[in-house]
């Protein structure tokens, strides 16, 4: 009976593991081997994951350790509780304002849960960044300095969003960013440090590679790794003749590179130019 037990448990073993498998190999191919609405994906997550867990192991590769990339629910959240927010009302010091459930979670570094950081905003982290997505079709990217108080947005087919819609887009987070860092501040000293006035942004065109339509998730993601990596002005091999083979080395980042699977056993190779981009 135990041997019959034993041979029982090796199949529900490798059963498990072949399943396990065979939704990485789906998500290989689906997202980016196959032309699919980038919307109905977890790949943007799949690969800020994937920039986490190489910032959390080699933060040496980064240009600096005081930047933290978050996901899409970041952005989703706060866009879509921004008018609750807005409609509150704040108390005699402009604070009191109805935020959006895990604000405080994202302030202290404790989400996304995925190497989480557990730094704090305006503390320990200076610079994040984030995918957002617009109207469910497109993806532009952006990075946030706290200490210019300023947002740059990169946007791969600048023709698909108009100024007016992206002030749109942009006022969440040129608002709610400022008022938090305020709001969660632990202390008199550190609250003083920050104000409550908007932050600034900017949608440079100049030296921003542009792409297709079907391609801005890539783009989107590649804009936050090749700056958080220093790679500014953004590399000649960053451009819509490459895209398939950026894709396919991103899925086999995320396929290798991710818990479950064995990692890619020489690390030195994650950031060499050729790397990056090949």
Avoid at 117 to 130: L, M, P, Q, R
Wanted: charged share 25%.
């Amino acid at each position: 009976m135990a041997h019959g037990h034993g041979k029982s448990f090796g199949l529900v073993f490798w059963i498990s593991l072949l399943g396990r498998l065979y939704r990485r190999l789906t998500l290989f191919w689906k997202v980016f081997c196959e032309v699919v609405p980038i919307e109905d994906l977890p790949h943007m997550d799949a690969y800020i994951n994937v920039l986490r867990l190489r910032q959390q192991n080699n933060p040496n590769y980064f240009r600096s350790e005081r930047i933290y990339f978050l996901d899409h629910l970041f952005s989703r959240m706060w866009r879509d509780k921004y008018g609750e927010f807005k409609s509150s009302e704040p108390d005699h010091n402009g604070l009191g304002r109805r935020l959006s459930g895990g604000s405080w979670d994202l302030y202290a570094g404790i989400v996304p849960t995925f190497c989480a950081s557990n730094k704090t905003w305006g503390v320990d982290i200076d610079e994040i960044y984030a995918p957002v997505n617009f109207q469910n079709d497109h993806w532009i990217a952006i990075w946030i300095s706290i200490p210019k108080r300023h947002i740059v947005v990169w946007d791969s087919i600048v023709k698909h969003i108009s100024k007016a819609e992206l002030d749109e887009i942009m006022e969440p987070f040129l608002t709610m960013v400022p008022y938090l860092l305020v709001e969660c501040a632990s202390t008199d000293e550190e609250r003083i440090k920050y104000s409550l006035e908007p932050f600034t942004y900017e949608r440079p065109t100049v030296g921003v590679p542009q792409c297709i339509a079907g391609d801005c998730g890539v783009y989107a993601l590649k804009y936050m790794e090749c700056h958080a990596l220093g790679y500014t002005p953004f590399h000649a091999a960053f451009c819509e003749k490459n895209v398939k083979q950026i894709r396919d080395k991103m899925a086999h980042d995320i396929f290798h590179e991710t818990p479950g699977f064995e990692g890619i056993e020489d690390k030195t190779s994650y950031y060499n130019d050729l790397d990056t981009y090949g």
